[in-house]
């Protein structure tokens, strides 16, 4: 639980933004995620970036889907509608959302499961076609919710709590992202905020589908063999006395890498992630470039992270489908039925 | 034209078999190979004989295939305005070899037989209880023609002229409808009329005319010829739908495709090009759902059309949308199942799988159009119900219906009609301190407000999930929470009972114990037994359903009658089933009439059916009658 109960006070002196609110205005509801959970950060990152972005709160719809990440929604934006949907199918649900009122920010929230095992189809879908959103997988390799069953973004030869060795290769949904036609696609990690925030920023502000994999540890499935802080060595050396799950709070993993550095990021599993930020000097402008700079790093065992795509002139689904202005969902009969008259043209020519 | 050597008509009727003489009451059938054109000469030859003021029922057999097997184009020509399918051939349209000698079996006696006798065949391959016609027309064609590709499309002009002459169908009102369909295209309009009168002069000069025979009459009246995918589509453009996702199906398909064209004719904005109308076909049906939902969630009116495999795929989300209450609109166009089943042929067999859709504890609205006709009103009422009742209707059509022009009453509709978006509170409401809790009875009818994403900036916002909630939208699991969400469903589809169209009366010319319960594509062949049945002093007092949940005077008709006949197109009698579990009713009470091979039921099958029972329960009664004598 990364936020306390709060009294919802406002304190005459707490700084606003351009459109009125205070940072506390894009809150949620306090985060019933395990403590350290590097989803949790995330939300603090959407958080902060809509308040810098002087998003009015309730101009944004938040959908998800079903797991740990995809609980999230629920803990930012208060005063936005959000949709925890079925377990994949944020991408289509919110395509559809989208189409019904252009007007709304759309921010599509998802975990490595959700989005890369059960809903691998629609996060693709959602890409090829330009659905104007900013979708952020919150990747930490396992199911969460589930209890830590192997995700298909667990590296070859990862094992799980279980003890079980995933043999399967991981599915690199920046590389699809890239290949399916997302018009901006960055990697983050939720413990690097000063690079995450922009990240998002920039995916919210984004003319057409926006693609975010964070990396985002979880506490709770650590199965490092040997620590007596592991869920498996908790549990067992508990069984006496209690039935109850344990999952120890860890600290929030965080880190601070400027342009172009490379990092070694323990994990809560003991394991080693290497996150290489990108260099000033990088050009986000080509999607090739970006996936074979991508492929050459990750061969070395390095995650980059930081914007590797984007088309600063991208359209969406909308301007494919060339549909109206106005939201279809305010448009009245008026607007939509052709009337009688031309209803009785129509009896005519099908006598 | 001389008759080429090949092409002597065999005109053999067998000794003491007379043939059929029959005016404006005929079923002739078209045999056909899969891809070769036929299907618009058939369709022509169709309405040629609606245009001279005679009702036709015709109905497409096709296979699961694009190319190369065989299909069937049935017109049951009636004066008497009978739309059911009659079973049996009077005349039969040979031109598919492969099907030759079932379509031959299939002949009533005295019936006849039209083929190409361009290749001469064997007496042994006709029955000597038919009239034989034959026509050289692949001869004829390729003397006429020198595209391989119009030798074949114009063999099918030229027998529709043939069969013109054959059946006195006046050729005038044929070019016509090619003046109609062929408008500003000067050159194949030409070249259609051209082969047509080589199909009519042949048959002059050659061949006699038959004893089945086309009268002009006025029995067509105003009514319009459409099919039900289209008048489901269109009511769809006039009750207000903005947003339309679906993955192809058989045989649903035309219906998202009519959409589009209804909405590329009447919803774009003239001044700008801009489009009133969102299309998505999406990767499966999984997808479609997904965006109806959403788009039902943000206060847009949406609709998808599948068919019993789409419908499977999509339980999950119809669960989710009763649950957390977003209007959807699900066109079911029904087909033969269970898994693959029969694709391209009728049944009303997803009737409970739509129903209880789903896993927990869920009930939906269900509408059953009768014809296109009601596909129109009944596909705009779904929109408004949905709405109205926040959660999902399913219009259960099926492939007859859907896939078949069928005459029917034009469509209407009052202009002053306004959409009925049920309880969508507004910003000025919120502002105005109304009280807003998400799942919250205010109203008594079970049907909580809601509020669309955007409205106001800090009163009206929730969380929807598919997870139990409080009144106010909060995650809640506790027991009463979920137990007053679950019985408020209740209520509210209580309410949906009040609200959808009522079941149609038509009561027996007397009085009557017994009673007959159908729905959907059933009606025209029902009306027709009906009658048949009246004649043979059987007399039913029969209710169409239109709805589920079933309304009151359902109850009351099943009271009032001591056995209901239930005929429906499925194996398990699964509107009995509905009617047994929603309605605590006996079953022993509701006798099943199934028909279920995936052709549409006949009027035939249901006489048969019905009387045997009766004759059954009376033969019963009688003899109880001796032995407590
Ligand atoms: C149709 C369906 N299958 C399975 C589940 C069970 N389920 C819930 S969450 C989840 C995995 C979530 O994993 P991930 O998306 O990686 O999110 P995390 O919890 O790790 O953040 C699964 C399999 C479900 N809810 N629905
Ligand atoms: S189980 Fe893992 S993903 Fe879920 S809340 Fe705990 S730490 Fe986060």
Redesign the interface.
Known sequence: MTYLAKPRLHHPTLATNKVGYTRRDYEGKISTLCAGCGHDSISAAIIEACWELDIEPHRVAKLSGIGCSSKTPDYFLGASHGFNTVHGRMPSVLTGANLANRDLLYLGVSGDGDSASIGLGQFAHAMRRGVRMAYIVENNGVYGLTKGQFSATADQGSKSKKGLVNSDSPVDLVAMALQLGASYVGRGFSGNKAQLVPLIKGAISHGGAAFIDVISPCVAFNNHPGSTKSYDYVREHNEAVSRIDFISGREEITVDMGPGEVVDVRQHDGTLLRLRSLHPDYNPGDRYAAMAYMQRHQERGEVVTGLLYVDPLATDLHTALNTCDRPLNALGPAELCPGAEALARLNASLR | MAPPEGGKAHGTTGAGVAPIEAVNDFVIKFANVNGSGSASANELFAKAI?RMGVPVSPRNIFPSNIQGLPTWYEVRVTEEGHLGRRGGTDMMVAMNPQTWDADLAELEPGGYLFYDSTRPLPPSKFRDDIRVIGMPLTEICNAVYQDPRQRQLFKNIVYVGALAILLGIEPEVVEKLFGEQYKGKEKLLASNVQALHLGCDFARENLEPLGLRVRRADR?G?????DGNSAAA?GC??G?A??A?WYPITPSSSVAEAFQKYCTK??V?PA?????????Q???E???????????????R?FTATSGPGISLMA??IG?AYFAEIPVTIIDVQRGGPSTGMPTRTQQADILACAYASHGDTKHVLLFPEDPHECFEHAAAALDLADRLQTPVFLMTDLDIGMNQRLCA??????S???DRGKVMSAEELEAGRDFGRYKDVDGDGIPWR????????KG???????TRDAYAR?SERGPDYIYNMERLLKKFATAATLVPQPVLRPAAGKTELGVIYFGSTSPSMHEALQALEARGIHLDALRLRAFPFPDSVVQFLAQHRQVFVVEQNRDAQMRSLLVNELDIDPARLVRVLHFDGTPITARFIVQAISAHVRKTQAAGAAGTKEAA
């Open positions: 609606l067509v105003d009514r319009i010829f459409v269109l453009v006039y207000g903005t947003v996702a009447f919803r904005d700008t090009g801009q489009q009133r109308f969102a299309i998505v999406a990767e499966d999984l997808a479609s759902i997904g965006m109806v939902v959403g788009a039902g969630w943000n206060g847009a949406a999950e989300f989710l034009p469509f209407t509709w009052d202009d009609k306004a959409y509020t669309l994403p955007g409205t106001h900036p800090s916002s929730y969380f929807t999930r598919g997870t995650y």
